[in-house]
């Protein structure tokens, strides 16, 4: 409890205005030379299918996981990487939460795991977790560097790392969530050629995250959670040798 209360209590002043004056509001959304400057970004390339899936959320988080990651099939060719801000302890009993119920296989990162597909990892609590490649692997890397919008793990921590890792290859989701934490991640990813999808406001318990980069004109869609399995599936299909994959009880062909 005493560790809820530190991740907490400076967070709640924060966006209610306690600290530094002018609350974050999530829906103070970027200004228009914001929205400008996402349209100068780099396009998703033609041709250059998605390799990984880079997952932030916050807010609502655990019960929008539970219903996307089960989803996912077994054999989805892609490894799968997501931020969800918790404190320690949490992150251990929401990977293995997720993993009870879904066809990937699901646990906290750790460092030097080389990524794979069909896998997915959870950041680890009080720890920033990103991504580095050597040669044709890439590596899991965590530290305990400074928190990025009040946050460890952060999403823009990691998604800059994919997209470093992954250029155009890469594919961020931004889920429920309050504050901005991803828009910055989600600029590193469009300007490497990735792809963005968010989580819709009337499914989102809090339109913070997703919000901002929408509003930023980062975002290829706008998706309700329920359909969001799907499109991740769809954009992971592209480009790929035919081969069957079930989500929902909805059959697709990955390609």
């Known amino acids: 409890m005493a560790r809820i209360r530190e991740e907490l209590i400076p967070k709640i002043k924060i966006h209610c205005g306690a600290v530094g004056g002018a609350a974050q509001v999530p829906n103070a959304f970027p200004a228009p030379a914001s929205v400008a400057r996402a349209f100068a970004l780099a396009s998703p390339r033609r041709g250059c299918r998605v390799e990984i899936v880079a997952i932030g959320v916050s807010t609502g988080g655990p019960n929008a996981l539970a219903e996307l990651i089960p989803q996912l099939p077994a054999h989805l060719p892609v490894p799968v990487v997501i931020v969800q801000h918790m404190p320690p302890i949490f992150t251990k009993f929401l990977a293995e939460r997720l993993a009870s119920k879904s066809q990937i296989s699901v646990e906290e990162g750790s460092p030097n795991q080389a990524v794979e597909p069909g896998r997915a990892w959870l950041a680890p609590g009080n720890f920033h977790m990103t991504l580095k490649r050597e040669g044709t692997v890439v590596r899991i890397e965590t530290h305990q560097g400074q928190p990025e919008n009040s946050c460890r793990p952060a999403v823009d921590v ?10 155009a290859g890469a594919l961020g989701v931004v889920m429920t969530g309050m504050g901005q934490d991803g828009l910055r991640g989600c600029e590193c990813i469009r300007e490497q050629g990735g792809r963005v999808i968010v989580q819709d406001e009337a499914t989102s318990v809090v339109w913070g995250m997703p919000g901002f980069v929408a509003h930023a004109g980062l975002a290829d869609k706008v998706l309700p959670l329920g359909q969001m399995a799907e499109e991740i599936v769809r954009r992971v299909r592209e480009f ?8 929902a009880e909805r059959q697709f062909v990955l390609r």
Do not use: E
């Not at 990691?158 to 250029?167: D, E, H, I, N």
């Not at 790929?240 to 989500?247: E, I, M, Q, S, T």
């Open 240 to 247: 790929r040798a035919a081969a069957p994959v079930r989500v």
């Open 158 to 167: 990691l998604f800059r790392s994919v997209a470093a890792a992954y250029g």
